[in-house]
């Protein structure tokens, strides 16, 4: 038998794997055997007298619990097993703690730690009374939006003639004559009273991430946030492509507007609330949208692709924009996102952890074209760039054309120059030196890290070629390594 998520085989014993008992007792329980490699087969254990003593010794002294740690003799050679039973409040190892998630061994720490110890405690972060606020918090138009929203769907309880409080405490969120956390992020006046970045950020970036153009923070509660954020996007950062049919003017969505509301309802259900703000970035052709909390232990982002359950990091929240008809309650945002976009012809969405969060993107059909000076445009076809190496070089190829022209044009770089200096003998022969080359063209403080990650090659490799169009007297380094940029060197002048 292999090794399994509940499984462990070590051939002899260390210290160190008192984390992995640890991880068993925080998760779903495991066993552990000391004297078997990892196919299962006993290697014999030759020190298993002083083992037998000092194993449970060491996990009761070091995590106060116990574990049946038994000795068995396989064809006459002895292993151990250490069977660990899952604990109902958490464990530590000399205060620290151990998760066992697949087969992996995870030390907590910081928002999963706290997530971690509510949980054991019964309570997720939403579901923690908020001990200075009281109704007063709570502002009567979002509550009273959240109701006219819910009627559609019919899932919310009668609230004829009831008091705020008693409505809230129908939604289940006071206890003990208190409000909750939730009720506060759902409803408060004033959310980030009590608790720092209950904002959504929106920035418009020009050719990157370092290029601003302007921004914008929403505040407010989730129910005022959905509303304001999505009339932003709409009137603020988005264009509308526009068509003629006849004298008619049709102006049509960049996006799905079922792909941005479920993006946003996502990221304000499953964000980490004591974290960073949600923050959208919009581009000329792609829209992404950030909240810090990873995924729960056991989901996958490919399990995001298809159907999966439904576990949200906050339930309270979940529960109750289900009731108000904003979203469902089995896993299929993500899928929504997927096939809206799919529907109105657009790109998969790109779905990645990123900085401790979740970052969702969409693309758009807007085409792209080299300009007059092919750097000035290199953002709106980076997100072209930097997916498989593959396709990487498909696009680069693609522009080859195009992107001599404007050499030519703009520097006086003609192309038997470029197929001189890196050896081109037709368009379907390109090097990889011609590609950084276009590279450095179109992203002119584009790093040898970048270089090597767009083309598939080691940042070393990545150095050569540029090294290669510096000899051919092409480029030059106009600063330093940090602060400097590539410039193309104009034998015109």
């Known amino acids: 038998m292999t090794e399994q998520q509940n499984i462990e085989y070590k051939q002899s014993w260390h210290n160190d794997y008192l984390k992995w008992i640890c991880g068993f007792a925080n998760a779903f329980g495991g066993i552990i055997y000391i004297g078997k490699d990892d196919n299962g087969k006993v290697v014999h254990l030759s020190d ?230 949600v923050q ?55 899928l929504k996102i997927i096939n809206s976009c799919k529907e109105a012809g657009l790109p998969e969405p790109e779905i990645k952890e990123m900085n401790g969060g979740i970052k969702v993107t969409v693309f758009n059909n807007l085409k792209t074209e080299i300009s007059e000076k092919p750097h000035l445009d290199f953002g709106t076809i980076s997100d072209r760039l930097e997916r498989s190496t593959e396709e990487n070089l498909e696009f680069l190829r693609n522009i080859y054309n195009d992107f001599t022209e404007n050499i030519n044009k703009d520097f006086g770089i003609t192309s038997d120059k470029l197929r001189i200096s890196f050896g081109i003998t037709s368009d379907k022969k390109i090097t990889n030196p011609f590609y950084a080359f276009q590279l450095l063209v179109l992203y002119p403080d584009i790093t040898a890290e970048q270089i090597g990650s767009i083309l598939g090659v080691s940042s070393r490799s990545a150095e050569t070629y540029i090294k290669q169009s510096r000899e051919e007297n092409l480029i030059e380094r106009i600063g330093g390594k940090k602060e400097g940029y590539w410039k193309i060197i104009n034998p015109k002048n």
Request: proline share 4%.
């Open 280 to 334: 959208m970035r919009v581009f000329d052709n792609r829209l992404s949208i950030w909240n810090e909390g990873m995924l729960p232990i056991g989901l996958s982002l490919v399990d995001l692709k298809v159907e999966h359950n439904s576990r949200p990091r906050n339930p309270k929240i979940a529960d109750a924009c289900f009731l108000a008809g904003y979203i469902d309650t089995w896993g299929r945002g993500t």
């Open 48 to 277: 298993y007298k002083r083992l037998m003593e000092t194993i449970p010794q060491k996990v009761r002294n070091d995590m106060g619990i116990v574990c049946d740690v038994n000795l068995l003799d396989e064809e006459g050679s002895k292993c151990i097993e250490i069977r660990v039973n899952s604990y109902s409040v958490p464990v530590s190892l000399r205060g620290r703690y151990y998760y066992r998630s697949g087969s992996v061994k995870t030390e907590l720490t910081g928002v999963e730690l706290n997530e971690f110890l509510l949980k054991k405690a019964g309570k997720t972060w939403d579901d923690v009374v908020e001990e200075g606020a009281t109704v007063d918090d709570i502002d009567e138009k979002s509550l009273q939006a959240f109701i006219d929203a819910s009627r559609e769907k019919g899932r919310m309880p009668d609230t004829t003639g009831l008091s705020t409080y008693q409505i809230l405490d129908k939604l289940r969120l006071t206890e003990a004559g208190k409000l909750k956390r939730a009720a506060i992020i759902l409803f408060g006046t004033d959310p980030n009273r009590f608790y720092p970045n209950i904002q959504v950020k929106i920035g418009r970036f020009g050719k990157d991430s370092t290029d601003l153009k302007f921004q914008e923070v929403i505040e407010g509660n989730l129910v005022q946030m959905l509303d304001a954020v999505q009339q932003q996007l709409s009137y603020k950062f988005l264009t509308r492509p526009v068509e003629f049919t006849g004298m008619q003017r049709i102006e049509r969505e960049q996006y799905p507007v079922a792909a941005l509301r479920e993006m946003l309802l996502n990221a304000m259900v499953h964000r980490t609330y004591m974290g960073a703000s």
